[in-house]
């Protein structure tokens, strides 16, 4: 089992940034891809960018790319997600997941564990 918990979420005008934290513990290792996702009101749950545990082979979404950073402390088991130039549509529930995979992909169906979510929104 993996329990994972988020923190970092806020409150922050367009332009600002954020730095996401998850935290993970049970069995995790170098074989488990980690990622963030978000989910607006309304909207299903989308990629945002996923990376594999020992901090290799990144992929993000479209959305995202030249303004997020995703990134991995293996010894500490925290993943990191870096907003920068953020903008209203990233406003959202953020969650931490992570699953066991031969490749990191941002679709959400391929994840099994989950956090509880960190809010963000992103005011004009």
């Known amino acids: 089992q993996v329990q994972l918990v988020e923190s970092g979420g806020g409150s922050v005008q367009a332009g600002g940034s954020l730095r996401l934290s998850c935290a993970a513990s049970g069995y995790i290792d170098f074989t488990y891809c980690m990622g963030w996702f978000r989910q607006a009101p309304g909207k299903e749950r989308e990629g945002v960018a996923t990376?594999?545990?020992?901090?290799?082979?990144?992929a993000y979404a479209d959305s995202v790319k030249g303004r997020f950073t995703i990134s991995t402390d293996y010894g500490k088991k925290t993943l990191y997600l870096q907003m920068n130039s953020l903008k209203p549509e990233d406003t959202g529930m953020y969650y931490c997941?992570?699953?066991?995979?031969?490749?990191?992909?941002?679709?959400?169906?391929?994840?099994?564990?989950w956090g509880q979510g960190t809010q963000v929104t992103v005011s004009s």
């Open positions: 997941a992570a699953e066991r995979l031969s490749r990191c992909t941002v679709v959400a169906g391929d994840f099994g564990y």
């Open positions: 990376i594999r545990f020992i901090g290799t082979s990144s």
